[in-house]
């Protein structure tokens, strides 16, 4: 990717920029505590690493339970599918985390005790908690798509966590011969990410228009309608004419089954031949939350949206993809924001104080094509046992905006990753 990395004090000079990153760097207001507690975090992504970091050096002790020892960020690997970004520049050590002073656990939980308040590891050890975080992200809904298994997504990847499966397809377009066609399969509500299947689509067909032009890309999508609609279907006609087809649901959009060895996708008016399939599944919280008994019916968490406390189990918080968060979507700006107010609400709770105020921002930033971005974003409190939208606070990209705040918003989107890894791993 050509964008340059700018340094912070560049960045302030952004002055849309500034509110954003004053509420990623705002420091959760967290004191010391009295009395030691004994605080386990599963899940060392934006939300798990987010919480633990916030409450590193208020006085309890801090574990991180995190499967792998390098975490590979989403954000910014559709860049990586489409070959402007190397996956390296996606992963984030723990170092950072142990320096602030937090315990990490190397291990996957496999089985939480709500009652007794214990979390069994992997490897065999049992960690006693007094509050338990779980930021788990998604498990990927192998039921869910007829035909669709671990299996089949190597003949078909999701890319929808990254790491091999992102190398895989951005393998695979570059084996597509010119003329091929792409076929993306997009979920109904809610999954990971909402306008990221969208940026996809838009970096792969800025690929193929720069490599491989008589190609074309069809989504597949189980919706009507989708995050910054008319932004990216405005971009797309102007930079991709002809190239990318969508098809919403109710123009036979859902892909109701796959056919991996023939690379086949099946809808209910058709069945659509791919070269290179990419089928992202449906998704539920990652599956510690269902072994917790913190999940419901739906696949996903009901929190307090004040504290995050788990509606099902006292004494365990949801932060990140896992939760349901009402209007608030899945994002690696909403998991931070949410674990900074979990890491002030268990401070709080510990302390026997009322957790303060909840007031959370999102911002998600689209490339549509490297030097060309748009944002979404959104202001939230708890409203009706949910977090609901303030009125007024947040909104889009201007429709009709100049290419060179497009430009500034692509340059937006790499800065808002710098800051937001640093802020979490650095
Ligand atoms: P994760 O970040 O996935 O972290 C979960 C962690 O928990 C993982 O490290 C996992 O290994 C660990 N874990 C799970 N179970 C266990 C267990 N049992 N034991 C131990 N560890 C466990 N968001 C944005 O804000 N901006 C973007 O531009 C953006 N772009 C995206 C593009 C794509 C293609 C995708 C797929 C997503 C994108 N996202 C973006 C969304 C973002 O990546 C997620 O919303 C975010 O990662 C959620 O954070 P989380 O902490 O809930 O989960």
Same mark, same amino acid.
């Given at each position: 990717?050509?964008?340059?990395? &700018?340094?912070r004090r560049?960045?302030?000079?952004?002055?849309?920029d500034?509110?954003?990153?004053?509420a990623?760097?705002?420091?959760p207001?967290?004191?010391?505590?009295?009395?030691?507690?004994?605080?386990?975090?599963?899940? +060392? +992504?934006?939300?798990?690493?987010?919480?633990?970091?916030?409450?590193?050096g208020?006085g309890?002790?801090?574990?991180?339970?995190?499967?792998d020892?390098?975490?590979?960020?989403?954000?910014?690997?559709?860049?990586?599918?489409?070959?402007?970004?190397a996956?390296d520049?996606?992963?984030?050590?723990y170092?950072?985390?142990?320096r602030?002073?937090?315990?990490?656990?190397?291990?996957s939980a496999?089985?939480?005790d709500a009652?007794?308040?214990?979390?069994?590891?992997a490897g065999?050890?049992?960690?006693?908690?007094?509050?338990?975080v779980?930021?788990?992200?998604?498990?990927?809904?192998?039921q869910a798509?007829?035909?669709?298994?671990e299996?089949?997504?190597e003949?078909?990847p999701?890319?929808?966590?990254?790491g091999a499966?992102t190398?895989l397809?951005?393998?695979?377009?570059?084996?597509?011969?010119d003329?091929?066609?792409?076929?993306m399969?997009?979920?109904?509500?809610p999954y990971?990410c909402?306008?990221?299947?969208?940026?996809?689509?838009s970096?792969?067909?800025?690929y193929?228009?720069a490599?491989?032009?008589?190609?074309k890309?069809?989504?597949?999508?189980a919706?009507?309608?989708?995050?910054?609609?008319?932004?990216?279907?405005?971009a797309?006609?102007?930079?991709?004419?002809?190239?990318?087809?969508?098809?919403?649901?109710?123009?036979?959009?859902t892909?109701?089954?796959v056919?991996?060895?023939?690379?086949?996708?099946?809808?209910?008016?058709?069945?659509?031949r791919?070269?290179?399939a990419n089928v992202?599944?449906?998704?539920?919280?990652?599956?510690i939350?269902?072994l917790?008994?913190?999940?419901?019916?739906?696949?996903?968490c009901?929190?307090?949206?004040? =504290?995050?406390?788990?509606?099902?189990?006292?004494?365990?918080?949801?932060?990140?993809?896992?939760?349901?968060?009402?209007?608030?979507p899945?994002s690696?700006?909403?998991a931070?924001?949410? +674990?900074?107010?979990?890491?002030?609400?268990?401070?709080?709770l510990l302390a026997?104080? =009322?957790?303060?105020?909840?007031?959370?921002i999102?911002t998600?930033?689209?490339?549509?094509?490297?030097?060309?971005g748009?944002?979404?974003?959104?202001?939230?409190?708890p409203?009706?046992?949910?977090?609901?939208?303030?009125?007024?606070?947040?909104?889009?990209s201007?429709?009709?905006? &100049?290419?060179?705040?497009?430009?500034?918003?692509?340059?937006?989107a790499?800065?808002?990753?710098?800051t937001?890894?640093?802020d979490?791993y650095?």
């Amino acid at each position: 990717m050509t964008a340059v990395r &700018p340094d912070r004090r560049s960045l302030l000079r952004h002055g849309r920029d500034v509110a954003v990153l004053g509420a990623l760097l705002a420091a959760p207001r967290i004191g010391r505590a009295q009395g030691a507690a004994q605080v386990v975090v599963i899940g +060392g +992504g934006f939300g798990g690493a987010t919480v633990a970091r916030a409450l590193a050096g208020s006085g309890h002790r801090v574990m991180l339970v995190e499967r792998d020892a390098t975490f590979l960020a989403c954000p910014l690997s559709n860049a990586v599918v489409a070959g402007l970004r190397a996956l390296d520049e996606q992963q984030f050590g723990y170092d950072g985390l142990k320096r602030a002073g937090v315990t990490v656990a190397i291990d996957s939980a496999t089985g939480i005790d709500a009652q007794a308040r214990q979390v069994t590891l992997a490897g065999g050890r049992r960690l006693g908690y007094d509050r338990l975080v779980l930021a788990p992200g998604i498990d990927l809904d192998f039921q869910a798509l007829a035909g669709y298994d671990e299996a089949a997504a190597e003949l078909m990847p999701h890319a929808w966590k990254a790491g091999a499966q992102t190398t895989l397809l951005a393998r695979q377009l570059q084996a597509m011969a010119d003329g091929g066609t792409v076929v993306m399969a997009v979920p109904a509500n809610p999954y990971r990410c909402p306008p990221g299947p969208y940026e996809r689509a838009s970096l792969i067909a800025w690929y193929l228009k720069a490599h491989k032009p008589r190609s074309k890309l069809i989504l597949l999508d189980a919706k009507d309608t989708f995050s910054k609609q008319r932004l990216f279907q405005r971009a797309w006609a102007e930079l991709y004419p002809g190239l990318i087809e969508w098809v919403g649901q109710s123009a036979g959009g859902t892909v109701t089954a796959v056919e991996p060895a023939e690379r086949v996708l099946v809808t209910d008016f058709a069945r659509h031949r791919a070269d290179v399939a990419n089928v992202v599944p449906p998704q539920r919280a990652g599956r510690i939350a269902g072994l917790a008994g913190v999940a419901d019916r739906s696949g996903w968490c009901p929190i307090d949206p004040g =504290t995050f406390e788990s509606r099902l189990k006292p004494g365990i918080h949801v932060v990140g993809d896992a939760g349901i968060m009402g209007a608030m979507p899945k994002s690696a700006f909403a998991a931070h924001a949410q +674990g900074k107010a979990c890491a002030e609400a268990v401070a709080a709770l510990l302390a026997g104080r =009322t957790p303060p105020e909840v007031r959370l921002i999102n911002t998600c930033y689209s490339l549509v094509a490297p030097d060309y971005g748009i944002s979404v974003a959104g202001v939230y409190r708890p409203a009706n046992g949910l977090l609901a939208d303030i009125d007024g606070a947040g909104g889009t990209s201007p429709l009709d905006a &100049p290419r060179d705040v497009r430009r500034a918003e692509a340059r937006y989107a790499e800065a808002w990753f710098d800051t937001i890894t640093r802020d979490v791993y650095g």
